[in-house]
Nanobody, 125 residues
Framework: QVQLVESGGGLVQAGGSLRLSCAASGRTFGDYAMGWFRQAPGKDREFVST????????YYADSVKGRFTISRDNAKNTVYLQMNSLNAEDTAVYYC??????????????????WGQGTQVTVSS
């Protein structure tokens, strides 16, 4: 069992930055690929970014590429999402997720086994 707790959400003006954190507890953190997803009101939950368990590879949705950076600190059992140049379209509840895959990038929701409760990000224009 893996427990995930997100933090760092909030209200920010367009063009601003936020850093989300997701703290994990439970089994060996490095065995899990980690991902960030988001869900805006009335929309499906969508993929944002993923990082391998070892942290050597990352992948981003086109909508955030060049603005968001995913990283992890396996010593602290934490994954981060640095979000820059935020715009109103980034407003959503952001969820972190864990799925088995030390060397795997996981893009599809169904491949993730554990989810956090979500943290709200609101970008004012």
């Amino acid at each position: 069992q893996v427990q995930l707790v997100e933090s760092g959400g909030g209200l920010v003006q367009a063009g601003g930055s936020l850093r989300l954190s997701c703290a994990a507890s439970g089994r060996t953190f490095g065995d899990y690929a980690m991902g960030w997803f988001r869900q805006a009101p009335g929309k499906d939950r969508e993929f944002v970014s993923t990082i391998t368990g070892s942290g050597d590879r990352t992948y981003y949705a086109d909508s955030v590429k060049g603005r968001f950076t995913i990283s992890r600190d396996n010593a602290k059992n934490t994954v981060y999402l640095q979000m820059n140049s935020l715009n109103a379209e980034d407003t959503a509840v952001y969820y972190c997720a864990a799925g088995l895959g030390r060397t795997t990038l996981l893009v599809t929701r169904r491949l993730y086994n554990y989810w956090g409760q979500g943290t709200q990000v609101t970008v004012s224009s």
